[in-house]
């Protein structure tokens, strides 16, 4: 089973997103803030990362960045999830190296 860690304040969107990655066998774990995140990160190495841009301590480029500080090379799969439709917010997280 693939392990997912989701990075997401919003509570009701966790759980929708949570409940629909169970469905299809994923295991899930969800963070509430970037420092969260990073944690669970580096304890469980998930699969995957899937990260909200505004979180409530620090943003999700900068909870990037930091893991790409501890795991360098071998960073899992990184995808941001976001409201934010602006071009700018999209490229920012290109540049930076997630999808």
Do not use: H, W
Not at 6 to 20: F, M, P, R, W
Not at 35 to 55: F, H, R, S, W
Not at 73 to 88: C, E, G, H, W, Y
Request: net charge negative; glycine share 6%; proline share 4%.
């Amino acid at each position: 089973m693939k392990n997912i860690l989701l990075v997401e304040d919003n509570g009701l969107l966790a759980e929708n997103i949570k409940a629909l990655l169970e469905e299809e066998l994923f295991n899930v774990t969800v963070a509430v803030t970037a420092e969260e995140g990073l944690t669970l990160a580096v304890q469980q190495k998930p699969d995957l990362i899937l990260c909200d841009i505004m979180l409530p301590d620090k943003d999700g480029y900068e909870l990037f960045i930091a893991l790409k500080e501890k795991f360098g090379n071998v960073l899992p799969p990184f995808i941001f999830l976001t409201a934010k439709s602006q071009r700018d917010d999209q490229r920012k997280g290109m540049e930076l190296g997630a999808d």
